[in-house]
């Protein structure tokens, strides 16, 4: 319920520069996910809109009003932690209560407010247990709760789900989008796993080395990467770049990739270097198509079957169905990226062509 | 199978061994404060392991009431004492534990105090001989000399080193997102450290306390410089306990070391569910 807007947002730890000028609008109830690998800034970033961290530069809104220096009791943020932070000396009814107490809300008000979570979350046969003995996956609700039961503007979650086991995780991911609809408020989610990012967020925010590289919905992100950071780091496994040299000149221009052969036919401006992109799941085998390249190993994970490949110095991946007869290892694998599927990186800038 | 059973046999020897080297001094205590005079006098062949007629004369002794058997009355009784090391020891403790807590916090949380730890340790650089004397000094100047605060407040700053130290790495270890969480709910510093923090660390700060209180309750040396008369700890007491006609009462000491044992003990137990339950908190560790 809450607008987030971020601008020329920075932080340094001496030397260290967590996070360099970050620029981002979060809108009022939308689901974002900042992405990254760890040291990506994405929770020096999130610690800063909760409050826990002064930016060494710019600017925090909520809704158009400056946060910088506002403590973070006033900010009515909800913070759900990696290791979730839950008060073990205390019931789970207590844990669940505290915010509300903290701030002054009437007992019988507390009382059904806390059965309401509880119930939500499946947590009320446990209300009056210790909260030190719970399994992981219930603590993990329970920190859920704890934030959502003050019902706060914004909701910011740093890794919720990285300690539960997988199969957990995966009942909690629709679990948690739900609770978001149901509750309308502004979301920021802090993971390092891409599949937790697209299934859940409205938006996606790319990280790396303290920079924002990329924002965009799922969809955006995954088929027009910004640059050769985020096309490696989203999809699983993630995009194939092959250095190549644009040539031909005028009309007919042709990618050559070296060893693994030639790619024609595109509409291009660019000559010199550049890297040519596609997408594993987006080649289309083909006994005469232009590009061969060497199978070096061939996995099959259920229904699909990935191979290794490899020419010269470049590598790829390619995922197939099941159905596709798969060449065998040492065999050489043909195959064709259609044009819509190919995406041109330069090879100086790695930014997108 | 075999190396492993001798295995086995060697490490319960050694068990024993240890068991033996450090319980038959107390369980000889333990004996000799129930013996009378003429068993506790004997030596050579006339020891016994146990007491063949066991009494209470020697704790009523120490207590003034004066055995038959021994001539000597004692110029003052083992309440006063008894009292004397209890006031020290927990008020010591108590000062100790608290300037210790409050500045280990602040370590931890917001390095406040920068050299703080090393500055803390340095009094225990010297050989307490030297610091002492100075002590002594300063305690005389403030009238110190003699009163149970005035040993509380020497105790306090002498055990707190181990104290902060102590605090300080249970600080340390307790996820700071603990404390986050509940400030981001609304609650004020002071809140958190109150109703969140402290009940958390009740282990740390019980077995925390207990080392400090037995550290101060087994000294010798301060309580002999800075005590004359009137605020003698039991330690000092029992060092008094002879006389020229009988030597050493050693009947006397042992009842007095087994009273002396009872307060440690009696703590140890009451919180010994903190002791083992160590610091279990509410976030998984990385």
Redesign the interface.
């Known amino acids: 319920m809450t607008r987030i807007t971020l601008e020329n947002l920075g932080r340094d730890f001496g030397e260290f520069t967590a996070l360099a000028n970050m620029d981002l609008t979060i809108a009022d109830g939308e689901f974002v996910a900042l992405l990254g690998p760890s040291g990506c800034g994405k929770s020096t970033t999130m610690n800063m809109i909760?409050?826990?961290l002064e930016p060494s530069h710019g600017e925090i809104r909520f809704d158009g009003r400056n946060m910088n220096g506002v403590?973070?009791?006033?900010r009515g943020?909800?913070?759900v932690?990696?290791?979730?932070?839950?008060?073990?000396?205390m019931s789970v009814r207590d844990n669940l209560a505290?915010?509300l107490k903290?701030?002054g809300v009437g007992r019988a008000e507390i009382a059904r407010r806390v059965g309401e979570i509880a119930e939500l979350l499946q947590l009320s046969p446990l209300l009056d247990r210790r909260?030190?003995g719970l399994s992981?996956n219930i603590?993990q609700r329970l920190a859920i709760g704890?934030?959502a039961v003050?019902e706060p503007s914004i909701f910011l979650m740093d890794e919720p789900l990285s300690?539960v086991d997988a199969a957990f995780r995966a009942v909690m991911r629709s679990e948690l989008k739900g609770l978001q609809r149901q509750f309308k408020q502004t979301m920021v989610y802090v993971t390092h796993d891409q599949l937790e990012a697209m299934t859940m967020a409205d938006r996606i925010a790319v990280m790396d080395h303290g920079k924002l590289l990329q924002v965009g919905t799922p969809l955006e992100v995954y088929n027009h990467p910004a640059d050769t950071f985020v096309a490696r780091f989203i999809g699983a496994p993630g995009m194939n770049l092959l250095p190549g040299r644009v040539t031909g000149g005028d009309g007919a221009p042709v990618i050559d990739l070296g060893a693994a052969g030639h790619s024609g036919a595109l509409r291009l401006e660019q000559t010199g270097d550049i890297l040519f992109g596609f997408r594993p799941e987006e080649v289309v085998p083909d006994a005469n198509g232009p590009l061969a390249m060497q199978v070096t190993a061939a996995e099959r994970i259920g229904p699909r079957i990935i191979l290794h490949l490899a020419a010269g110095d470049h590598r790829a991946k390619v995922v197939l169905d099941g159905e596709t007869p798969a060449p065998q290892q040492g065999e050489t694998f043909r195959f064709s990226v259609p044009e819509r599927s190919v995406r041109l990186f330069d090879a100086q800038t790695e930014r997108a062509l | 199978m075999n190396r492993s059973l001798s295995f086995d046999i060697f490490r319960y020897a050694a068990i024993l061994t240890f068991l033996a080297i450090s319980l038959i001094p107390t369980v000889w205590m333990i004996s000799m404060a129930f013996k009378p005079i003429a068993e506790w006098q004997a030596s050579g062949a006339d020891l016994t392991w146990w007491p063949n007629n066991p009494t209470l004369d020697n704790f009523r002794f120490i207590f003034g009431e004066s055995g038959s058997e021994l001539i000597v009355a004692l110029e003052r009784t083992a309440g006063r004492p008894i009292l004397a090391s209890l006031l020290a020891a927990s008020f010591g403790t108590l000062i100790a534990m608290g300037a210790g807590t409050a500045a280990a916090y602040g370590l931890s949380r917001f390095g406040y105090g920068g050299n703080l730890p090393l500055a803390l340790i340095q009094l225990r650089l010297f050989p307490p001989m030297a610091v002492m004397i100075p002590v002594m000094i300063m305690w005389a100047f403030l009238g110190l000399i003699d009163t149970w605060y005035g040993l509380a407040l020497i105790y306090g700053i002498v055990t707190l080193p181990f104290a902060f130290w102590l605090m300080k790495t249970f600080f340390d270890d307790m996820?700071r997102?603990?404390e986050?969480?509940?400030?981001?709910?609304?609650?004020?510093r002071w809140?958190v450290f109150l109703r969140?923090t402290l009940?958390?660390m009740?282990p740390a700060l019980a077995s925390s306390a207990l080392f400090v209180f037995i550290l101060n309750w087994s000294d010798y040396l301060i309580a002999l410089l800075l005590t004359t008369r009137d605020w003698v700890t039991i330690p000092v007491y029992m060092a008094s306990l002879s006389s020229s006609m009988t030597g050493q009462l050693y009947g006397a000491k042992a009842a007095l070391g087994l009273i002396a044992a009872v307060p440690p003990v009696i703590m140890g137990i009451a919180i010994q569910k903190q002791l083992v339950r160590g610091l279990?908190?509410?976030?998984?560790?990385?």
């Open positions: 909760a409050g826990m403590p973070m009791a006033k943020v909800g913070f932690f990696q290791n979730y932070a839950i008060f073990t000396h505290y915010g903290a701030q909260a030190a992981v603590l704890r934030s003050v300690n | 996820p997102e603990i986050d969480a509940a400030l981001v709910e609304g609650c004020s809140r969140i009940p958390m009740r279990t908190f509410g976030a998984l560790k990385e």
